[in-house]
């Protein structure tokens, strides 16, 4: 967006959802219960972007006729297709990068998401992928114990000791979801995203993780300690690793957990087989207990596809979809065009929305293409805009 | 739609609107205050419907697969079009009978309702809008004494007589109101909607309003009051008028009222030229400050714009709009096609929404041309949604 704006004539505006950083409504009673969290919801936060445009419009000068596009990445880049669908009167346009607006009950296999995670480690090195899959028995073995407990402990230099075997549960889906992260940002430089990480952290990791299959359980997980490391402790400054997070920063992780617990119910699963992970089904009983007992409601596993449109969108129009070959979240992605106007645009090597990221003399050919063609209809739409007026 | 329906093989579903009817939320406690009104919005509405939409072709044997055409009149009519731009995947297409979807603020000129009311009158007989426009000074000479009153009372057969000069401003509301609703249902032929009344009403009603210039005070308002009959006696059974009520039958005058006080902002002013009315200017803040005294609410003039497009609807597809030349709400509705597939049909004998009532063999051509045009694009709706599916 920094690099296009002065070529667009634009002007960049970065609005804050609802409930996330410090918009929080009833300020630090927003989260106390699900009364005050009952107005986060994509449909207000939609609402207020549809406001927040046209006020600026009408108060900035030299705005007010001016056409506006969406751009988001992620589950901004689901509220940027959306609010093209729901206020075509307020953008003329939206790039929605890295969006899986498909990730919903029904639209996708549950699997898709871990088996995208599995194939960038498996091309990222020998047997990684192999590797990985074996540590999870490996950890259980070594867990049996107490002195395997702390071994494991002093191996990942984790803050917090392994105790008994819930804490070995837990720390095993901390690690899935260090893998899910890697994949999720598996930029050809070095950046700063969720973690500062090297250029292309996936092989890095993998370059501590492609043993032969005699390798002895603890081994394998001092491999697996390094690997994590590449993404917790690049910079050498960690002192220690906490479980209980995955990333720095906060990326309102609550406020995700919530409405992820109302409307953006997204099924995952996976099989051991055709990914690198313990076999574990969806299971939206489970699922909705949480929600339940976290914040005392339940999901409508229904609702985003009524709203939104699943699958058939194709009335709709103007709108990009991006997607990272790399980024486990295109599962869930638009990667067909659906019409001449509902684009999809697939970068081969890309992960989590990097066309969204600044310009980069190691970009790959293919992203460097993409923003070239996200721009083209930027034009296009911004001309029929000015046409239409 | 009765009509119709079996030459579609359609099934006819009427849905009830949140807050009206028997669909109370909150049971007798749903107008109670601010807080239970709450709900009470055209968002949750149209979501409502469809889920609802959703559920029955999901439960319904058969149903799985058939497209579904949203109809309505009036504000039914508003939310078939808004139905089909926010939920296009729900259903294929709207009929937007007599939907005033620009009869917002900033959209029309406020003073086209009155005007379509009193070109109404005009052509219906000899001086009747010019003889209307008199009877306001009329009743203010004749009221302004205790025996005017009386005799006012008296001759209006008025359930509670007028006693002072704030019952004669109420009574002339309550006549500009009749003859408003008189437009609305100018049907070619005998109907009940929102009273019992003979075809063609006006012309009945204007026949006692054909005076020269040269009439008294006395003789204009008997006239007036003949030509009010025709609309609240026509049967001969009523025994009295009450000036606080201008329709049989419940409409939910109430939650119409809190929407118009809360989203639904429909500007309407009178300068007794090109009307036949007292002039009267649209003041928002004093409609606003009867909100919040009434509900406790104010209203948000914007919103319905933001909300629903406005003018700018052209990107949404599917949507017949039509108007009745003789319906004062045709002010606010789309009377131009927006696009191949935005159509508009105006229906130049029609008043409100005449074309979703029952074939009748003094319907006028153009409101026949108007019905098979209608199905003509719903056929070519359902054969789109055979072929996408």
Redesign the interface.
């Given at each position: 967006m920094w690099d296009i704006a002065e070529n667009l004539g634009a002007m960049l505006i970065f609005a804050e959802h609802r409930y996330y950083g410090e918009s929080l409504p009833f300020g630090q009673d927003s989260y106390s219960d699900s009364k005050h969290l009952n107005y986060l919801t994509s449909?207000q936060a939609l609402?207020d972007f549809?406001?927040l445009i046209?006020e600026l419009k009408s108060s900035i000068p030299g705005a007010r006729l001016s056409p506006v596009i969406a751009i988001g990445g992620s589950y901004g880049g689901m509220l940027s297709a959306w609010l093209r669908m729901?206020?075509?009167?307020?953008v003329v346009g939206a790039l929605a990068a890295s969006a899986p607006i498909w990730q919903f009950p029904g639209m996708v296999p549950c699997g898709d998401f871990y088996k995208i995670v599995t194939m960038d480690f498996a091309k990222s090195g020998f047997d990684c992928d192999v590797n990985i899959r074996r540590s999870w028995k490996a950890v259980d073995n070594i867990s049996s114990t107490a002195p395997g407990l702390q071994w494991l402990s002093e191996e990942f230099s984790l803050c917090a000791p392994l105790k008994n075997n819930q804490d070995s549960i837990g720390f095993k889906a901390w690690l899935q979801e260090s893998w899910v992260n890697l994949a999720m940002v598996d930029y050809p430089y070095q950046a700063s995203f969720l973690q500062p990480l090297p250029a292309w952290p996936i092989k890095a990791a993998c370059k501590h993780l492609s043993f032969s299959s005699a390798v002895s359980d603890y081994s394998l997980l001092r491999g697996v300690s390094e690997a994590v490391k590449v993404y917790y402790n690049f910079t050498g400054n960690t002192p220690c690793l906490n479980t209980s997070q995955t990333a720095t920063g906060s990326l309102g992780f609550l406020g995700w957990y919530y409405q992820a617990c109302t409307e953006m119910v997204m099924p995952m699963c996976t099989d051991g087989v055709q990914d690198m992970f313990e076999p574990q089904e969806w299971d939206f009983q489970a699922f909705s207990d949480e929600c339940h007992a976290l914040f005392g409601v339940r999901p409508r596993a229904?609702?985003a596809?009524?709203?939104y449109?699943?699958k058939?969108?194709?009335?709709?129009?103007?709108i990009i979809f991006s997607n990272g070959g790399l980024d486990p979240w295109s599962g869930g992605g638009v990667t067909r065009n659906m019409s001449d106007s509902l684009v999809a645009i697939v970068i081969p090597d890309g992960a989590h929305h990097l066309d969204l990221r600044y310009n980069n003399e190691r970009d790959p050919p293919s992203v460097r293409a993409a923003r070239a063609l996200e721009v083209k209809y930027f034009k296009e739409w911004i001309t029929e805009a000015a046409a239409?007026a």
């Open positions: 449909e609402a549809a406001v046209r729901k206020y075509p009167n307020v229904d609702w596809e009524t709203a449109g699943g058939d969108i194709r009335s709709h129009s103007n239409a």
